[in-house]
């Protein structure tokens, strides 16, 4: 990952090279998973549902994106506002494709047939990105070029910067749209009792729509960042490099908080970039993957529901 | 012309048929009550015609327009609420949350402070408790809060499922004598009960036997028909 780079690590004072760059690249890193782990957490909060798929829908919104920047198939070369904004109505609307197909006919299947599902979703767009885009990585659009911060020890891509700041509005911005706005308690209402809620003249269709059209929307910009900081998209790439992490965000988060999801990926970020940094490769080869799954598992066995969630 | 008019109406779930093709007419402003015993087709009438359940044949009119076929949203926005079986709050959510969603078809959302404070004149337990979570309220509470949101939106007819199931005999008396309330504030009732106490709430009487009515008349005659109650309410009154 490129969005910080230590430039010569020869120089630099020991202090600095055990914690600022750990805690900088670990805040961007974070960061990105949490973006993703919002959209899990508004699935998750919403209908109880994990979706695995999630990942990929921000992979296709960056292929896509990608295409239209580069006037590739059936878009011809685009300028990268529109290239964007091709990437984030991609996913929109898969996330609503997905509703409608997979979701709404399993309204009342048990939970695991629908989660179940999502991993179908994952590997038919995995399969559909191959077919659409080859196995070659491809550029991802970047939004920004240049460099945010740049020392002799330390390197923040303006994409790493920008990504700190779209997670932390987006997360506050989705809080104050479950607290205070009618459509954000209408989806609350319906994952905590669908009949009262359509009782009252809620419609469950239409509010499970919305749901996943801003799930995929986040899963959107959450996929064009990340690509944009790694550089390259391929089909499965962002499941394959940020699904477990943004997953691991989420839980340590607390589930339904959606500012959970914000500290919970700068947490994992940190964790990861600690143990990348602290724990030679000869020592324990993928540390930071290693030591996420270890912080996953005590989450989970100490305190189910997260940092900041409640058991509801 | 009364206010409900339902005609042969059939339903039921998957291919098993549950009603047999029922009517009934319902006045507006009177309380209607259908008794009959666990697994009669009480809660099935009941969210038929709130639109939780769709409607194979027969026709159901309300206010002379015809409402079968409408789904829930349709129907609550005609006048007609229900307060389901199980009360079914949002557990998650606060006392005045719930009530607020009550009112979630109405156009003047700038006036729904007064029916809140309504609901609170009828359940002064609610107001006690308006920022609780509904979910950590009472059984008792939660009857009332089920049928608070139900008045929420300001129906013309307010259904309510079986509203003392659970409930202290005291505090089924207190229910329906807020139901009695709000039936003279001007809102037409039908009550799902296998209680007996609320017959004197009664202006018309129904019962219900494996998917149809087998009885329909005023309150006093089946209060006076001793034999109907030992018939139909012998076990549940004896519960
Ligand atoms: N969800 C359901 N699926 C299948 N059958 C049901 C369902 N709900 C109720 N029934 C059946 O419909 C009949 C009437 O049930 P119900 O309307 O709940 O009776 P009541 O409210 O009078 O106790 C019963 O035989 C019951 O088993
Ligand atoms: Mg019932």
């Known amino acids: ?312 | 012309m009364s206010l409900l008019e339902v005609e042969e109406l059939r339903t039921g779930y998957g291919a098993l048929p549950v009603l047999q093709g029922i009517s009934f007419n319902v006045e507006e402003g009177q309380t209607a009550v259908i008794f009959g015993l666990n697994g009669a087709g009480k809660t099935t009438t009941v969210n038929c015609l709130a639109g939780v359940l769709p409607t194979w044949s027969g026709e159901v009119r309300f206010d002379g327009k015809r409402i079968s076929g409408k789904d829930a949203p349709g129907i609550v926005k005609a006048g007609i609420a229900l307060s389901p079986e199980g009360r079914r709050v949002w557990p998650g959510l606060s006392v005045l949350k719930n009530l607020e969603l009550g009112a979630w078809v109405r156009k003047d959302q700038k006036a729904i402070g007064e029916t809140v404070e309504q609901v609170f004149g009828y359940f002064p337990r609610l107001e006690e408790r308006k920022d609780q979570m509904a979910g950590t309220l009472s059984g008792g509470e939660q009857q009332m809060l089920a049928i608070g949101r139900a008045i929420m939106c300001k129906p013309r007819l307010l259904m309510i499922d079986e509203a003392s199931l659970g409930l202290s005999p005291k505090l089924a008396q207190t229910v329906f004598q807020v139901v009695s309330q709000i039936n003279d504030d001007g809102t037409t009732v039908i009550i799902v009960e296998q209680n007996v106490g609320v017959l004197p709430y009664a202006d018309q009487a129904l019962i219900m036997e494996k998917g149809a009515l087998t009885f329909d008349g005023r309150g006093e005659e089946l209060e006076r028909s001793g034999e109907l109650r030992k018939t139909y309410l012998g076990e549940a009154a004896a519960e």
Do not use: C, H
């Open chain 1, 1 to 312: 990952m490129s969005a910080v780079l230590l430039t010569a690590p020869q120089q630099m004072q020991p202090l600095a090279l055990e914690f600022v760059v750990p805690v900088v690249s670990g805040l961007i890193q974070g960061s990105v998973y949490g973006l993703l782990g919002l959209g899990l957490v508004l699935l998750y909060k919403s209908g109880r549902i994990f979706n695995f798929a999630q990942a990929e829908i921000g992979t296709f919104s960056a292929l896509f994106a990608a295409f239209a920047d580069q006037g590739t198939g059936p878009f011809p070369d685009l300028p990268v506002p529109v290239a964007i904004l091709i990437g984030l109505l991609t996913g929109v609307g898969l996330g609503l494709l997905v509703e409608r197909v997979v979701i709404r006919p399993l309204f009342s299947a048990p939970k695991v047939t629908v989660v179940v599902a999502t991993a179908g979703v994952l590997l038919l767009l995995v399969a559909l990105g191959g077919f659409l885009s080859g196995p070659e990585p491809r550029s991802a659009v970047q939004i920004f070029e240049g460099d945010f911060l740049e020392t002799s020890s330390l390197r923040v891509t303006d994409t790493g910067a920008l990504v700190v700041v779209v997670l932390a509005v987006l997360a506050v911005l989705s809080a104050l749209f479950f607290s205070r706005t009618r459509t954000g308690t209408a989806i609350i209402a319906v994952s905590q009792e669908p009949t009262a809620t359509r009782l009252v003249g809620i419609s469950v269709e239409r509010t499970s729509a919305l749901t996943w059209g801003i799930a995929g929307l986040l899963g959107a910009i959450a996929g064009i960042l990340l690509s944009g900081t790694v550089g390259v998209v391929f089909p499965g790439s962002l499941t394959f490099i940020a699904l477990v992490p943004a997953f691991t965000a989420a839980v340590l988060g607390g589930v339904t908080a959606l500012p959970g999801a914000f500290v919970g990926g700068v947490v994992v970020g940190m964790i990861e970039s600690f143990a990348q940094t602290n724990i030679p490769k000869d020592v324990l080869p993928g540390s930071g993957k290693v030591v996420l799954f270890v912080a996953l598992l005590a989450v989970l066995l100490l305190r189910p529901a997260g940092l900041l969630g409640k058991e509801t």
